[in-house]
Nanobody, 116 residues
């Protein structure tokens, strides 16, 4: 049974930081890729960050230089470090696991990020 459990969202002032966590179970951690998406009210879901199993990563232009994705194999957890947050970063953030560049198969429950 695959499960992705997210945490770390919250309310923060503009310029602040948050770190989202996504703990994975039921998947081969070292082989999966992790996607981070967000969805603001009334807007389409957008890809924010991607971390492949080989350590390569990519980011949406809107978050480059501010967001960083990483992983801790000992904890089976992926992270999205978000710095210099802006009001336009507000939304529900989801982690989603898959393999390589294929569409992710497994999704977390989402965590709300609100930047005032």
């Amino acid at each position: 049974h695959v499960q992705l459990v997210e945490s770390g969202g919250g309310l923060v002032q503009a310029g602040g930081s948050l770190r989202l966590s996504c703990t994975v179970s039921g998947l081969s951690f070292g082989q999966c890729a992790m996607n981070w998406f967000r969805q603001a009210p009334g807007k389409e879901r957008e890809a924010v960050a991607f971390l492949d199993s080989d350590g390569s990563s990519r980011y949406a232009d809107s978050v480059k230089g501010r967001f960083t994705t990483s992983q801790d194999g000992a904890k089976n957890t992926f992270y999205l470090e978000m710095n210099d947050l802006k009001p336009e970063d507000t939304g529900m953030y989801y982690c989603a696991a898959g393999y390589g560049n294929a569409s992710p198969n497994y999704w977390g429950q989402g965590t709300q990020v609100t930047v005032s």
